[in-house]
C-alpha cells in the first residue's frame, strides 16, 4: 500500500514544482479576497482592500518622491448604482536600499490596505465593482516593469 | 497493478506535456518565438534598428568591429541610476579601446524626459529607445537593469540582470574588449596593412597592442 501512494505522491509533488516554476512570472502583488459587501440603499460604507507583497519586493506607495517613479494606483468603477467616492492610500514608508543607499524612497513593502468609500444608489441590488491596481516593483537590485492586478468585488444594496 | 502504474505515467506524462505546450503557446502567442534565452553566452547578438534622442535610427551591425555595452534600462528604475555614472567613465576610460556603451531606455516616457534624466546621470553615450521587439529580441527583458556584452564580431560575451558592482562590470568590458575578434569581412592583410598606416600616420602604437 505505502509503495503503491509512493509514485503518485512522487509525482503531485513533482507537478506543483512544476508549476510553482511556470507560475515565475506572476506579479509580486496579490489582494486578498473580498467578500460581498452589504449596504442600505443611499449609504457610504468604506470597504477595506487588502494586499500583500512578495517578501523580497517593495512597489512605489501612491506618491513617491520622484516624478519618474510610478505611483502605486487604484482604479475601481462601478455601475450607475455604486459610485466609488474616494480612496484612501496608505502613507509610504520612507526607505533607503543597498541600491542606492543614500536616497530615502516611499515605498509599500509587506501587507497594505487601500480604503475604497463605496456610496449606494436607491435600488436594491447586487452590483458588481471592478478595476485594477497599478504598481511597479523593485527588489535590492533590478525593478520590473509597471504591472496591473485586476480588483473586484460585489456590493449587495437592500432597502 | 503494473499496468495500472503505467497508464498512471503515460496519464501523468501527458499532462505534463500539455501543460508545457500550453504555457510556451501562451508565450508565443504574447511575444512571438523568444529569441534569447537561457545561456546566450556565444550567440549572435540578434540586430536592431532603433532610434536614438535625436532622432537617429541606429542599428547595432553599425558597430561590427566594436565591443558593445548594451544596457536595458528605465527612467522608473533606481538601480539602474547607480550604473549610468560607472557607464560614462568606462566609456570615457576605454573608448578609444574600441568601446562602445548602448543604453536602451525600456521607458513609456518622452524622449525629451529621458534625454533630460540622462543628462543628469552624466550619460555620454547614445541612448536609444527600446521596443517591445527588441525587448523580446533580447529574451524578453523584464528585469531591469539588464545588460549584454557584445564582442567586436556581434557575438554576445556576457549577460548580467540586476545591479552588480562596479569591479564586475569593468571585468566584463575588459573580457569583451579582449574576446577573439574574427573580422569576417576584411582580409587580415588588408585589416594589418590599415593598421600599418593608421600607426605611420599617427607615430603611435595602437592602444591595446602592448597589452
Same mark, same amino acid.
Given at each position: 500500500?505505502?509503495r503503491?501512494?509512493?509514485?503518485?505522491l512522487?509525482m503531485?509533488?513533482?507537478?506543483g514544482?512544476?508549476?510553482?516554476?511556470?507560475?515565475g512570472?506572476?506579479p509580486?502583488?496579490?489582494?486578498?479576497p473580498i467578500?460581498?459587501v452589504?449596504m442600505?440603499?443611499?449609504?457610504?460604507?468604506?470597504?477595506?482592500l487588502?494586499?500583500?507583497?512578495?517578501?523580497?519586493?517593495?512597489?512605489?506607495s501612491h506618491?513617491?518622491?520622484?516624478?519618474?517613479?510610478i505611483?502605486?494606483?487604484l482604479k475601481l468603477?462601478?455601475p450607475?448604482?455604486v459610485t466609488?467616492?474616494?480612496?484612501?492610500?496608505p502613507?509610504?514608508?520612507d526607505?533607503?536600499?543597498?541600491f542606492?543607499?543614500?536616497?530615502?524612497?516611499s515605498v509599500?513593502s509587506g501587507d497594505?490596505?487601500?480604503?475604497?468609500?463605496?456610496?449606494?444608489?436607491?435600488?436594491a441590488g447586487t452590483y458588481?465593482v471592478?478595476?485594477?491596481?497599478r504598481?511597479q516593483?523593485?527588489?535590492h537590485?533590478?525593478c520590473f516593469?509597471?504591472?496591473s492586478?485586476p480588483v473586484?468585488?460585489q456590493v449587495t444594496?437592500?432597502? | 497493478?503494473?499496468?495500472n502504474?503505467?497508464?498512471?505515467v503515460a496519464l501523468?506524462?501527458?499532462i505534463l506535456?500539455m501543460?508545457?505546450?500550453?504555457?510556451?503557446l501562451?508565450r508565443?502567442r504574447?511575444?512571438g518565438?523568444?529569441?534569447l534565452v537561457?545561456?546566450v553566452q556565444?550567440?549572435?547578438? =540578434?540586430?536592431?534598428?532603433l532610434p536614438?534622442l535625436?532622432g537617429?535610427?541606429v +542599428?547595432?551591425s553599425?558597430?561590427? #568591429?566594436k565591443? !558593445? $555595452?548594451?544596457?536595458f534600462w528605465?527612467?522608473?528604475?533606481? =538601480?539602474?541610476?547607480?550604473?549610468?555614472?560607472w557607464?560614462?567613465?568606462?566609456? +570615457?576610460?576605454y573608448g578609444?579601446? #574600441?568601446?562602445? !556603451? $548602448?543604453g536602451v531606455?525600456?521607458?513609456?516616457?518622452?524622449p525629451?524626459t529621458?534625454?533630460?534624466?540622462?543628462?543628469e546621470m552624466?550619460v555620454?553615450?547614445?541612448?536609444l529607445?527600446?521596443t517591445?521587439k527588441v525587448?523580446?529580441?533580447?529574451?524578453d527583458?523584464q528585469?531591469?537593469?539588464t545588460?549584454?556584452?557584445i564582442?567586436?564580431d556581434?557575438?554576445i560575451v556576457?549577460?548580467?540582470?540586476g545591479?552588480?558592482?562596479?569591479k564586475?562590470?569593468e571585468?566584463a568590458v575588459?573580457?569583451t574588449?579582449n574576446a577573439?575578434y574574427?573580422?569576417?569581412?576584411?582580409?587580415?592583410?588588408q585589416a594589418d596593412?590599415?593598421m600599418?598606416?593608421?600607426?605611420?600616420?599617427?607615430g603611435?602604437?595602437?592602444r591595446?597592442?602592448?597589452r
Amino acid at each position: 500500500m505505502r509503495r503503491g501512494l509512493a509514485l503518485p505522491l512522487a509525482m503531485l509533488l513533482f507537478t506543483g514544482v512544476l508549476l510553482a516554476q511556470g507560475f515565475g512570472d506572476k506579479p509580486p502583488v496579490a489582494v486578498a479576497p473580498i467578500g460581498n459587501v452589504q449596504m442600505k440603499a443611499g449609504a457610504s460604507k468604506s470597504v477595506s482592500l487588502d494586499f500583500r507583497i512578495g517578501s523580497e519586493f517593495h512597489i512605489n506607495s501612491h506618491v513617491p518622491k520622484s516624478p519618474l517613479l510610478i505611483p502605486t494606483v487604484l482604479k475601481l468603477s462601478g455601475p450607475e448604482q455604486v459610485t466609488i467616492a474616494d480612496l484612501k492610500y496608505p502613507a509610504g514608508q520612507d526607505m533607503s536600499f543597498s541600491f542606492s543607499p543614500d536616497e530615502k524612497l516611499s515605498v509599500y513593502s509587506g501587507d497594505f490596505t487601500i480604503d475604497a468609500v463605496v456610496k449606494a444608489g436607491t435600488a436594491a441590488g447586487t452590483y458588481p465593482v471592478k478595476g485594477e491596481l497599478r504598481f511597479q516593483a523593485c527588489d535590492h537590485s533590478a525593478c520590473f516593469p509597471p504591472r496591473s492586478i485586476p480588483v473586484q468585488f460585489q456590493v449587495t444594496v437592500v432597502k | 497493478m503494473k499496468r495500472n502504474a503505467l497508464v498512471f505515467v503515460a496519464l501523468f506524462v501527458a499532462i505534463l506535456a500539455m501543460l508545457a505546450s500550453g504555457k510556451y503557446l501562451d508565450r508565443t502567442r504574447k511575444h512571438g518565438p523568444l529569441k534569447l534565452v537561457g545561456n546566450v553566452q556565444g550567440v549572435q547578438a =540578434p540586430d536592431f534598428s532603433l532610434p536614438s534622442l535625436d532622432g537617429r535610427k541606429v +542599428k547595432l551591425s553599425d558597430f561590427r #568591429g566594436k565591443a !558593445v $555595452l548594451l544596457n536595458f534600462w528605465a527612467t522608473w528604475c533606481p =538601480p539602474c541610476k547607480v550604473e549610468m555614472p560607472w557607464f560614462a567613465d568606462l566609456q +570615457k576610460q576605454y573608448g578609444q579601446d #574600441g568601446l562602445v !556603451v $548602448l543604453g536602451v531606455a525600456m521607458d513609456d516616457s518622452e524622449p525629451a524626459t529621458i534625454a533630460k534624466f540622462a543628462s543628469e546621470m552624466g550619460v555620454n553615450y547614445q541612448v536609444l529607445l527600446g521596443t517591445n521587439k527588441v525587448s523580446d529580441d533580447y529574451g524578453d527583458v523584464q528585469y531591469l537593469p539588464t545588460t549584454f556584452y557584445i564582442a567586436r564580431d556581434g557575438t554576445i560575451v556576457d549577460k548580467m540582470t540586476g545591479l552588480l558592482g562596479r569591479k564586475d562590470i569593468e571585468d566584463a568590458v575588459k573580457k569583451t574588449l579582449n574576446a577573439n575578434y574574427k573580422p569576417a569581412s576584411v582580409p587580415l592583410n588588408q585589416a594589418d596593412a590599415t593598421m600599418k598606416q593608421a600607426v605611420a600616420a599617427k607615430g603611435v602604437s595602437p592602444r591595446g597592442a602592448s597589452r
